[in-house]
């Protein structure tokens, strides 16, 4: 008896996938809900799991291929011959000695065309010896190109074609159509301030292995500012609009999207209620779906519906940046990278460290004192975190 794989519903407005890769090849023996299969829509990954056990009969649908919500991906042959299958992996410790070459090209494969690539143009490098940072431990383009630097391979000479076409993801063609649309629609601009976080700094510093202890998590930066953000939004609603046609909707409710960099490229999870939540949870919903994208394993429901993004450069080193406007929303924090400066303080030269923050906003909505004063209130309310306790 066959069982047919089909594409599932992939999400609200989302019709169409892309096959990015298979996990089993036919023949293959596969257990009931073993991931078969895994789709790029233009927002999330989704992996297709196994109806039943038996044996991967057909690839109906090919890597690459284009894919509408039920449409045929593959085949299972469910029943005894997936019985007859499941006996072939028993052979495998006494052959695999025998194959030690293969070691590297299967798992570059198991693990991604990306690190699959650069293992062939590095043969130096076992990938098998890597440790993987990926979901079930697979390895990620990340993890090589770590691995190649730590080895000193980093500044090697490219090998192959000076120049090679690659069709880009669903979500990078997403990415890149959104923020020209925000480009393109909304009247961008940028105003900067700049943060003494001794303060804040100091208060993590007192706090941050109790707060660990008890609430299991570390304590960061994110969910200061998150929180700064929010008590802004409340005084600046504008902020925290959207535009429709000729109308503006204002919203009470504050749902923060946190701009973090997955496998495929950026993406935004919305903390939900982030006015009624405290700094802890707030860490651990950042945590969670900063696990989440960096497995690619977040839902259409995890990045719908924010009303305000806060962006963090500083992990990469960023100091100054002008971040683009995340539609329907009108206003987009950058976070920068904290760095000691010389600063005037009480007309002393003192070294403080400093950060730059941006908010990118849509002046068609929210006037330029108002962009202003926004950045103000998160400024002090990071300089001096009571002001949080106290809603100033």
Same mark, same amino acid.
């Given at each position: 008896?066959?069982?047919?794989?089909?594409?599932?519903?992939?999400?609200?407005?989302?019709?169409?996938?892309?096959?990015?890769?298979?996990?089993?090849?036919?023949?293959?023996?596969?257990?009931?809900?073993?991931?078969?299969?895994?789709?790029?829509?233009?927002?999330?990954?989704?992996?297709?799991?196994?109806?039943?056990?038996?044996?991967?009969?057909?690839?109906?649908?090919?890597?690459?291929?284009?894919?509408?919500?039920?449409?045929?991906?593959?085949?299972?042959?469910?029943?005894?011959?997936?019985?007859?299958?499941?006996?072939?992996?028993?052979?495998?410790?006494? !052959? @695999?000695?025998? *194959?030690?070459? #293969?070691?590297?090209? =299967?798992? $570059?494969?198991?693990? /991604?065309?990306?690190?699959?690539?650069?293992?062939?143009?590095?043969?130096?490098?076992?990938?098998?010896?890597?440790?993987?940072?990926?979901?079930?431990?697979?390895?990620?383009?990340?993890?090589?190109?770590?691995?190649?630097?730590?080895?000193?391979?980093?500044?090697?000479?490219?090998?192959?074609?000076?120049?090679?076409?690659?069709?880009?993801?669903?979500?990078?063609?997403?990415?890149?159509?959104?923020?020209?649309?925000?480009?393109?629609?909304?009247?961008?601009?940028?105003?900067?301030?700049?943060?003494?976080?001794?303060?804040?700094?100091?208060?993590?510093?007192?706090?941050?292995?109790?707060?660990?202890?008890?609430?299991?998590?570390?304590?960061?930066?994110?969910?200061?500012?998150?929180? !700064? @953000?929010?008590? *802004?939004?409340? #005084?600046?609603?504008? =902020?925290? $609009?959207?535009?429709? /046609?000729?109308?503006?909707?204002?919203?009470?409710?504050?749902?923060?999207?946190?701009?973090?960099?997955?496998?495929?490229?950026?993406?935004?999870?919305?903390?939900?209620?982030?006015?009624?939540?405290?700094?802890?949870?707030?860490?651990?919903?950042?945590?969670?779906?900063?696990?989440?994208?960096?497995?690619?394993?977040?839902?259409?429901?995890?990045?719908?519906?924010?009303?305000?993004?806060?962006?963090?450069?500083?992990?990469?080193?960023?100091?100054?940046?002008?971040?683009?406007?995340?539609?329907?929303?009108?206003?987009?924090?950058?976070?920068?990278?904290?760095?000691?400066?010389?600063?005037?303080?009480?007309?002393?030269?003192?070294?403080?460290?400093?950060?730059?923050?941006?908010?990118?906003?849509?002046?068609?909505?929210?006037?330029?004192?108002?962009? =202003?004063?926004?950045?103000?209130?998160?400024?002090?309310?990071?300089?001096?975190?009571?002001?949080?306790?106290?809603?100033?």
């Amino acid at each position: 008896m066959a069982g047919e794989i089909t594409v599932p519903t992939l999400g609200e407005s989302v019709t169409e996938a892309t096959v990015a890769k298979w996990f089993k090849q036919p023949g293959d023996a596969v257990k009931a809900d073993e991931p078969l299969v895994e789709l790029e829509t233009d927002k999330v990954t989704v992996e297709v799991n196994a109806p039943a056990a038996g044996v991967l009969k057909e690839q109906t649908a090919k890597t690459g291929a284009s894919v509408e919500v039920g449409a045929l991906l593959g085949k299972i042959e469910v029943g005894a011959a997936g019985g007859k299958a499941a006996a072939a992996p028993a052979a495998a410790p006494v !052959a @695999a000695p025998a *194959a030690p070459a #293969q070691t590297t090209p =299967v798992a $570059a494969s198991n693990n /991604g065309p990306a690190v699959a690539k650069l293992a062939a143009e590095n043969p130096q490098v076992n990938v098998a010896n890597i440790a993987g940072s990926g979901k079930d431990g697979r390895v990620t383009k990340g993890d090589m190109l770590k691995a190649l630097e730590g080895d000193g391979f980093a500044a090697s000479p490219a090998v192959g074609p000076r120049e090679e076409r690659v069709k880009m993801t669903k979500l990078r063609a997403t990415i890149a159509r959104r923020l020209k649309e925000s480009q393109n629609t909304a009247a961008i601009l940028t105003t900067f301030n700049e943060i003494d976080m001794s303060n804040v700094i100091a208060l993590r510093n007192e706090y941050k292995d109790e707060f660990e202890k008890k609430h299991g998590i570390k304590l960061g930066f994110m969910g200061f500012f998150v929180k !700064a @953000a929010v008590n *802004a939004l409340k #005084q600046i609603p504008a =902020v925290n $609009a959207e535009i429709s /046609g000729d109308e503006i909707i204002y919203k009470n409710y504050y749902d923060i999207g946190v701009a973090v960099g997955g496998p495929s490229g950026l993406v935004v999870p919305v903390i939900r209620d982030c006015d009624k939540k405290s700094l802890a949870q707030i860490e651990a919903d950042i945590a969670a779906a900063a696990v989440k994208a960096r497995n690619g394993t977040l839902s259409m429901a995890d990045m719908t519906g924010g009303t305000f993004t806060v962006s963090n450069g500083g992990v990469y080193g960023s100091l100054m940046s002008t971040p683009i406007i995340n539609p329907p929303q009108v206003g987009i924090m950058g976070m920068h990278k904290t760095e000691e400066r010389p600063i005037a303080v009480n007309g002393q030269v003192v070294i403080r460290p400093m950060m730059y923050v941006a908010l990118s906003y849509d002046h068609r909505i929210i006037d330029g004192s108002e962009s =202003v004063t926004f950045l103000v209130k998160v400024k002090q309310a990071i300089e001096d975190p009571r002001r949080l306790l106290l809603g100033l």
